[in-house]
């Protein structure tokens, strides 16, 4: 069960409103305004010049992200949408002779505490839960290949057969626009990718089939995967890219829970909020900032407001949060 504390609240009423998305044109240094690396910070470098963010897919190297935290966690009952500008400089085979096929590169959403770990592996196929991700193989023989990735919380993908997938180049020096769009009412995501120059393009409509587990994903990122952990057996795949990203622009659900207010009634401190469903949500307290204890019973969200009740409050002052768990 993923956790969130998303508010703070004292003896006095709190607004919080925030809409959970993502613009990004390069214009100023991106790391001095939410966006963050891990892994090795050479793969990436802002343009100041023009205004972009250059990339390299390096294989060779440990799992690298430029990412940003969306504040929320997405699961296949949300509706989202993701876009970008991409342009590839070049893209072939990395650097060890010994992994001549291909490999992704990736951006997408992941899990952020689980992608930084060290047993998360991309090129196992079983260790890298928790992934929706635009992904692009060079071609090693059997076409170069978009093939957007659903990953579950079980490592499990969501699989459909070939129309999950497109047999298409992305030429080199073109700009293409990626729009990856996802509906919850109808489980089923839309990727398209237009050649900019040329106006000409595909879309690939994938459903989010029954069989499939559920995701989690908190953070949008720029993703060099490495390509350790691969079975020799099968024939391992590498990859060394470079390219430019930009105009990204990220669309999710707004916080579970906003627009707090809290107050004495009858002498118990009561918190109003609006909520999201999906969600259960607890008020928390602490007197010391040391140790929360919850003092409400989980309740879900109801596309509404709700309220929860310290029915036994400190005589002293107490503060006071909700958090708010994906069952």
């Known amino acids: 069960m ?21 613009t990004e044109n ?33 294989s060779t190297q440990p799992n690298s992200y430029f990412y940003q935290p969306l504040g929320t966690t997405v699961t296949r009952n949300d509706d989202f949408s993701i876009a970008f500008d991409l ?18 590169l990736a951006l997408g959403f992941f899990n952020l505490n689980e992608a930084t770990t060290t047993n998360f592996v991309r090129a196992t196929g079983y260790d890298s839960p928790n992934l929706v991700e635009f992904d692009y193989f060079w071609d090693s023989g059997y076409g170069a290949t978009v093939m957007p990735a659903i990953v579950g919380t079980n490592s499990d ?17 073109d700009w293409y626009h990626v729009q990856m769009t996802y ?42 995967f490495s390509d350790a952990g691969q079975d020799p057996m099968w024939g391992e795949g590498s990859i060394l890219a470079h390219g430019v990203v930009d105009n990204i622009a990220v669309l999710v659900p707004a916080l579970p829970a906003q627009n707090l207010s ?26 010391d900032f040391q140790t929360w204890t919850g003092v409400s019973p989980a309740l879900p969200g109801v596309s509404g407001a709700l309220a929860l009740t310290d029915t036994n409050p400190p005589v002293s002052q107490a503060l006071y949060r909700i958090r708010a768990a994906r069952p």
């Open 2 to 22: 993923k956790i969130r504390s998303l508010a703070l609240t004292s003896l006095f009423a709190v607004q919080l409103v925030r809409a959970a998305t993502i």
């Open 26 to 58: 390069f214009a100023s240094d991106p790391l001095q305004h939410g966006w963050q690396v891990f892994g090795n910070p050479n793969l990436f470098h802002w343009n100041a010049t023009n205004q972009s963010l250059e990339v390299t897919w390096d």
């Open 87 to 104: 342009r590839l400089d070049d893209i072939g085979p990395g650097l060890a002779p010994n992994k001549p096929n291909s490999f992704e």
């Open 157 to 173: 993908f969501n699989y459909n057969g070939a129309s999950d997938y497109a047999i298409y180049p992305l030429t080199p020096g």
């Open 183 to 224: 509906t919850a009412s109808n489980q089923t995501l839309v990727t398209t990718f237009t050649n900019l120059a040329q106006n000409s393009g595909r879309a690939i409509s994938q459903l989010v089939n029954g069989a499939f587990s559920d995701y989690r994903v908190d953070t949008m990122t720029i993703s060099s």
């Open 262 to 287: 809290g107050g004495f009634t009858n002498g118990q401190w009561q918190v109003q909020f609006s909520t999201r469903p999906n969600w259960l949500f607890t008020l928390e307290r602490t007197t």
